[in-house]
């Protein structure tokens, strides 16, 4: 079976430019591909805050100077080519630093439209001077959502791209991509202007991700249930209509984890490395991760992390009247990390300040601290108002450490509640997205915890998981063949 044609398309790709599980996904998906024999290229931006002193960066000789119109405005871009770190596949980085050399991936500046419809136009560029015909353009959120319509409109001329199929891959449906209707002419929709979605037309806006959806031959989210939530009203941010439409052409794929980093038999991060078979050295990073936190280290006392963005998605308001009641009943400790909304990082500071020595707040992020939270604690904390996907519950699962989550999304797709008669199960999830929802998963988990045999099979249920690329990323070969027709 002859390889496949993929130009996966998307505004980061980690370690290169990373704000979430989208520059995650946007490595660890193409890597895989790659290593399986699959002809995939990936576009991206070179934005100026890529640190690109450690990259290996070659200008294309044939992708110099391009010029892209908008509307009364020409741009030029350059291609540049450098290798994913860790691996030999091909990154193509576009290089145009009037629109991407900015402090940040995402601004609110005037010309965001134009940032990222030159991503969009970009790669049609690049194909064609390549000669390179993609069987699929896989395009990832709002950021590379006209691509579908740019195929349809400004290069449907071109014989090239005849056969080529579009996905479109919803990471978080909260970001759309939403402008002014004015753009529509500069982004080079003149004539086309029938085909934007009418009633956005009339409220004055174009969204980018709506544009997407109604013309990408196939569509996927994060996982399953993330898939069946977004065709709702309560989950689907205004487009659920759009998407029961499109139900039949839309799929839900649980994102796969990078067990290469991401497994306490390697990980380089930890102190201790363990396994399954060798639980009790999981101990000693537990006892390393209190020490490096200034928390006190008591035999028996367990240890709940969280690693996390603090935004309203993430769910944490409900930790605000729960929290300080269950540690004043309970010895535990508490080690977070992460950064955010101003009122979530005033309140964890609070609760270090209120219980010195059992809870910690580490503002900011810290790969290394990360990983120790992941393989040092005995417990994960996710209580997410929605979670497309998440990641850091398949990490918890691989490192011993029993989630505690909310039945949505990704983490529906990826814990089991834990039987107490059976020790069948991963972790501990609750149902509603209340106070009491999170006092009965807190109580639940700390009475399993207390029955230490039931607690070392929950451990090892979830290490046994496999949610590796090679299962999660052969769904989407089949997709795309499917859309290839063979």
Partial sequence: MSPLRIAFVSSEVAPLAKTGGLADVSAALPRFLHAGGQDVRVFMPLHGTIDTSGLELHAV???????????????????????????????????????????????????????????????????????????????????????????????????????????????????????????????????????????????????????????????????????????????????????????????????????????????????????????????????????????????????????????????????????????AAHDVRLAVLGNGESKYETFFAELQRGFPGRVCYYRGYSNELAHLIEAGSDMFLMPSRYEPCGLNQMFSLRYGTVPIVRRTGGLADSVDQVDPATGEGTGVVFEHFTTDGLRWALGFAMELWRDRATWRRVMRNGMARDFSWNVQGAKYVALYRRLRGH
């Fill in 61 to 327: 000789d044939f992708l110099r100077d391009i010029p892209v119109r908008f509307g009364s405005r020409t741009y030029t871009f350059s291609g540049f080519t450098t290798r994913l770190p860790g691996s030999d596949l091909a990154l193509y980085l576009i290089h145009c630093p009037e629109l991407y050399g900015r402090p940040t991936l995402y601004t609110q500046d005037p010309d965001e439209h134009l940032r990222f419809g030159m991503l969009s136009r970009a790669v049609f560029h690049c194909c064609q001077h390549m000669g390179w015909a993609p069987d699929v353009f896989h395009c990832n959120d709002w950021h590379a959502a006209l691509v579908p319509l740019y195929l349809k409109t400004v290069y449907a001329w071109d014989r090239l791209f005849g056969p080529s199929r579009t996905l479109l891959t919803i990471h978080n449906i909260g970001y759309q991509g939403v402008f002014g209707a004015g753009v529509a002419a500069e982004l080079g929709f003149a004539g086309n202007e029938r085909l934007l979605h009418q009633e956005d037309l009339a409220a004055d806006k174009l969204n980018f991700l709506k544009s997407g959806i109604l013309y990408a031959d196939a569509l996927t989210t994060v996982s399953p249930t993330y898939a069946a939530e977004i065709q709702t009203a309560a989950y689907g941010m205004g487009l659920d209509p759009l998407l029961r439409a499109r139900r039949a052409s839309l799929f839900g794929i649980l994102n796969g984890v990078d067990y290469d980093e991401w497994s306490p038999e390697r990980d380089p991060y930890i102190p201790v490395r363990f396994s399954a078979d060798s639980l009790p050295n999981k101990g000693r990073n537990k006892k390393q991760l209190l020490g490096q936190l200034d928390l006190d280290y008591r035999p028996g006392v367990p240890v709940i992390g969280i690693v996390s963005r603090l935004t309203h998605q993430k769910g944490f308001d409900l930790l605000f009247d729960v929290m300080p009641a269950f540690l």
